[in-house]
């Protein structure tokens, strides 16, 4: 499976689109970047496409009325995900305005969400075995 590394540029263009919020946590994924609140990701870099997690009608809407695409790798796209338009990276004109609109939606769906329960540290195992 194929991981993407995001450019500077696309990381720029990710980090420009998120809601300038306290609440909006930034942790780097695999050479991408994902964007979380309460611990649930709303939205995340895979390469130059920017994925969003909205709520169904909102997702319906997206994917039927814009060029989406998968969000992830292409063997395996991340379930629950839609990819923005790749074009509006490039095309400009009122598409940054698109893309902040869905990504303020996915995090306005996600903020929802109950918080993520942290996990446990796993113990260790013990070295001392006889």
């Known amino acids: ?10 990381k720029e263009h ?3 689109v998120l809601p300038d919020r306290p609440e909006v946590v930034i942790k780097p994924m695999f050479g991408n970047l994902g ?3 309460n611990g649930n990701m709303f939205a995340g870099l895979f390469g130059p496409t920017i994925g969003v997690k909205l709520g169904e009608n909102d997702k319906e809407m997206l994917e039927s009325t814009e060029r989406t695409v998968p969000f ?11 990819g923005l338009p790749e074009v509006w990276n490039t095309e400009g004109d009122g598409d940054e ?34």
């Open 1 to 10: 499976m194929e991981m993407p590394k995001a450019s500077d540029a696309d």
């Open 14 to 16: 990710f980090r420009s």
């Open 35 to 37: 964007a979380f609140v």
């Open 72 to 82: 992830g790798p292409a063997e395996r796209p991340m379930g629950g995900y839609t």
């Open 97 to 130: 305005a698109r893309a902040k609109a869905w990504v303020e939606k996915a995090f306005e769906h996600v903020a929802e969400l109950p918080p993520k329960a942290s996990k446990s540290p796993k113990p260790k195992a013990n070295a001392s075995k006889k």
